[in-house]
C-alpha cells in the first residue's frame, strides 16, 4: 500500500467539520451522524462535487453514520430524470465501497407523511433495501403543511407584489428593504389564498407565499424571502399534482429535517442563508435535535470551468461531445477518460477540507491519477505515429513470441506472449536521418534495444519521390535476445515496437485542457468564456498500431502503452477488432523538456 492509497473506512480524517461531528458525538448531541449529498438534478455532477462526495460520505463512513442521496429537485423548469440517472450513477461509481457502508437510498415504499414523522423515522432507520436516491420532492406533502403551518402562527403570509416589486423592495446590502404590502393581510385571508394557489387559480407570479421575518433585515436573505412560488410546470417526479413549488432554502433545511440529517454540509456561499436555515427550524418549533448547516470552501481547479451553467453552455453549443466527453471536468467525463474513482478520491483526500477559497492545480489531480494507474495499469506496446522498421537480416516468414511481464510494479499480474517478426512499426518519436545532439534513439549508424527483445543497428533508409523516409532499414543481432549483448557492448536507448504483420489498428484520441488559461474567467477578460477555449484540445490520430492483445481491450480497464502515457478504450465508440483509445494522462516526458531547452528538434 503506497502512502497515497485511499484509507481503508474507519480511518482517522482530520478537518475542522470533523472536529464539530467528533465534538457532538462525545457530548451526545447526536447519536449517530447523518449527512447528506444534495445535488439539483439540472446538470451532471462535476469534480467540484466530487470533493462534496467524499467530504459527507467520507464523515458518514469514518464515524459510523450514513450519508443520504438526495435530489434537490424543487425547480422542475430546469431538471429532467435524466440527470438524476446519471448522478445516481456517478455517486455509486465514485463513492464505490464505501456505498456498503455508509450509502443511504430512500427506504422502499416511503414518502413523506403531513408532518414528515413516517418519513423521519424510516429514514432514520438507515439504509434499508431502498434503490432510489431520496428527493425533495417526495417531501412537497410534508413541506406544504409546513408552509400551512408557517401561515397559522402568523410566521408567512401570501403576497401579492410582482416579481420586479419583491426584487426592488428587497433593496440591497446596506440599503433598507421596504415591507410588503400584504404582511399584515390576516391569517385567514393567507390560508385562503394559499390554498387557492395551490388549487390552481392563480397564473405564474401572481402571489408567493413569504416568510415574515424583518424587511429591514441587515442581511437581505432574510427580508421576508420567497417560501413558495407559482409554477404551472410537470414535475420529472410528482407529474402535474403540483402547481406550487418550494423555493430552495425553504425546501433543503426541512428536507434535512425531513430526512434525520444531523450536519448539513455546504459550500460558503450559503453562509448568509445559515440565519434562515436555522429560523424555518425554530418557526415550526419541531421536535430536537434540529440539524445544523457548516460551510467549507468549493473545489476550484485550474485549466477549467466548472459551473454547470456553463458546462451546460459547452454542451449544448457543441464545443464538446457531451457531459461524458473526456475533456469535461464531470466525473462522467473523468470516468471515460481513464480517471481511477480510486484516484479521485485521493485527490480530494489530499486538497483536504478548509474555509479559504483557492484554485488547485490540475497537476495534482493529474499526479493522483498517475500514482493509481501505475501500480495498476497493464503495460502494453502501441505506436501512434508509426514508421516502418525492416530487420535485414531477420527470415522473412519467421515469428518469434516474447513474454513480457504485465506490469513490473505488480509481478502478480503475470505476463503476455508479443509477436515478433521481420517488420516492425516504431513511433517516427523514435527515429531520426540527422539525429540532434543528445538523441540516442535510432539513426542511421546507431543500435537501439527493442523492448524486452533485441537490439538492432539502423543500416539506412528507403525514401519515396518526395524525399520521405518510407522505411528504415535495419539489422538485428541474435546473440542479444531479451538479454545482454555478448560482448559487453551497450546501448543508450531503449523503443517500442509492434510486429507489422500482427499489429492492430487503433484510434487514439489525445486529450489537452479545455482552456490553456489557468483561470478561464479571468483570462476571458470580460468576453464570453468560450472564445478562449483551448483549440488543441483534442488531437485524434488514427491508423495508429497496437499490439495484438489490445485488439480485445475491455473498456474502462486501465493501460499503460509503454513510454507514451496512461489509456483506456472508449467506452462508447471502441469495438473489439477496432479499439478507440482516450489518453488518460501523460507520463513525464524528460525528452521532451530537454527537446523544449533546446530549441526545437
Ligand atoms: P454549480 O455551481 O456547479 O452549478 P451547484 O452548487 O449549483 O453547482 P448543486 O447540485 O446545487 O450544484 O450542488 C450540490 C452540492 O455540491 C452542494 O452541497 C454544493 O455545495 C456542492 N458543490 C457544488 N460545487 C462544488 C464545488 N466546486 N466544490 C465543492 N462542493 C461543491
Ligand atoms: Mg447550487
Redesign the pocket.
Same mark, same amino acid.
Given at each position: 500500500m503506497s502512502e497515497h492509497d485511499i484509507p481503508a473506512p474507519g480511518t482517522e480524517r482530520e478537518d475542522f467539520i470533523r472536529e464539530i461531528v467528533k465534538a457532538d458525538l462525545a457530548s451526545g448531541a447526536h447519536a449517530k451522524i447523518v449527512t447528506r449529498? #444534495? #445535488?439539483?438534478p439540472n446538470?451532471y455532477l462535476?469534480v467540484?462535487?466530487a470533493?462534496?462526495i467524499c467530504l459527507n460520505f467520507g464523515i458518514a463512513q469514518q464515524f459510523g453514520g450514513r450519508c443520504n442521496l438526495r435530489m434537490?429537485d424543487t425547480n422542475p423548469a430546469k431538471e429532467d430524470i435524466e440527470y438524476e440517472e446519471s448522478i445516481v450513477a456517478d455517486v455509486k461509481w465514485l463513492v464505490g465501497g464505501w456505498a456498503e457502508h455508509c450509502l443511504a437510498f430512500k427506504p422502499s415504499g416511503s414518502t413523506a407523511t403531513a408532518n414528515g414523522a413516517d418519513f423521519h423515522q424510516a429514514a432514520a432507520e438507515g439504509t434499508g433495501p431502498g434503490t432510489e436516491p431520496f428527493r425533495a420532492s417526495d417531501s412537497f406533502d410534508a413541506l406544504h403543511a409546513f408552509a400551512v403551518r408557517l401561515i397559522e402562527n402568523g410566521k408567512a403570509y401570501v403576497c401579492d407584489h410582482t416579481a420586479e416589486e419583491v426584487d426592488r423592495m428587497r433593496g440591497a446590502p446596506g440599503q433598507p428593504g421596504e415591507p410588503s404590502r400584504y404582511r399584515d393581510r390576516p391569517v385567514a385571508e393567507s390560508l385562503e389564498l394559499f390554498a387557492r394557489m395551490k388549487a390552481g387559480e392563480f397564473p405564474d407570479g401572481a402571489r408567493t407565499l413569504r416568510a415574515r421575518i424583518d424587511p429591514a433585515s441587515p442581511n437581505v436573505w432574510m427580508r421576508d424571502p420567497l417560501l413558495y412560488r407559482i409554477r404551472h410546470v410537470e414535475h420529472h417526479n410528482t407529474g402535474a399534482a403540483w402547481c406550487i413549488y418550494p423555493m430552495y432554502d425553504y425546501a433543503h433545511g426541512l428536507s434535512d429535517y425531513i430526512e434525520g440529517v444531523t450536519h448539513s454540509i455546504?459550500?460558503l456561499e450559503f453562509v448568509p442563508h445559515r440565519p434562515l436555515y436555522d429560523w424555518l427550524l425554530e418557526a415550526l418549533d419541531l421536535p430536537r435535535p434540529l440539524p445544523h448547516q457548516y460551510e467549507f470552501a468549493?473545489?476550484?481547479l485550474t485549466h477549467t470551468v466548472?459551473?454547470?451553467?456553463k458546462l451546460l453552455r459547452l454542451v449544448t453549443d457543441g464545443f464538446v461531445s457531451g457531459w461524458d466527453d473526456p475533456r469535461m471536468p464531470t466525473i462522467s467525463g473523468m470516468r471515460r477518460r481513464g480517471y481511477p474513482a480510486a484516484a479521485l478520491r485521493d485527490f480530494t483526500e489530499r486538497i483536504g477540507v478548509a474555509r479559504r477559497e483557492n484554485r488547485v492545480e490540475l497537476a495534482l489531480l493529474e499526479a493522483c491519477v498517475r500514482d493509481d494507474l501505475n501500480a495498476r495499469a497493464l503495460r502494453r506496446m502501441a505506436v501512434l505515429k508509426p514508421v516502418k522498421v525492416v530487420l535485414e537480416n531477420y527470415p522473412e516468414d519467421q515469428v518469434e513470441h516474447f513474454e513480457l511481464g504485465n506490469n513490473p510494479e505488480d509481478p502478480a499480474a503475470g505476463t503476455r506472449q508479443v509477436p515478433f517478426s521481420r517488420e516492425l512499426w516504431i513511433d517516427e518519436e523514435d527515429f531520426r536521418e540527422v539525429p540532434p545532439p543528445k538523441y540516442f534513439r535510432l539513426s542511421p549508424g546507431t543500435e537501439v534495444r527493442l523492448r524486452g527483445a533485441y537490439f538492432i543497428r539502423c543500416t539506412g533508409v528507403v525514401k519515396n519521390e518526395a524525399g520521405e523516409v518510407t522505411e528504415v532499414r535495419a539489422t538485428y543481432d541474435p546473440e542479444t535476445r531479451s538479454s545482454n549483448a555478448p560482448d559487453g557492448r551497450k546501448v543508450k536507448a531503449t523503443i517500442h515496437w509492434v510486429s507489422a504483420k500482427h499489429a492492430v489498428d487503433a484510434e487514439v484520441r489525445l486529450y489537452e485542457t479545455l482552456f490553456a488559461a489557468e483561470d478561464p474567467e479571468t483570462a476571458a477578460e470580460g468576453a464570453d468564456f468560450t472564445t478562449i477555449l483551448n483549440p488543441a484540445s483534442l488531437t485524434t490520430l488514427t491508423g495508429c498500431k497496437v499490439e495484438p492483445v489490445l485488439g480485445g481491450a475491455t473498456p474502462g480497464a486501465p493501460v499503460q502503452f509503454e513510454r507514451v502515457g496512461y489509456f483506456v478504450a472508449d467506452a462508447r465508440d471502441s469495438k473489439p477488432g477496432a479499439p478507440v483509445f482516450n489518453r488518460t494522462v501523460t507520463l513525464k516526458d524528460a525528452w521532451a523538456r530537454i527537446e523544449k531547452k533546446q530549441g526545437g528538434k
Open positions: 449529498f #444534495p #445535488p439539483e446538470g462535476h467540484g462535487h470533493k462534496a434537490d455546504c459550500t468549493r473545489l476550484n466548472m459551473s454547470k451553467r
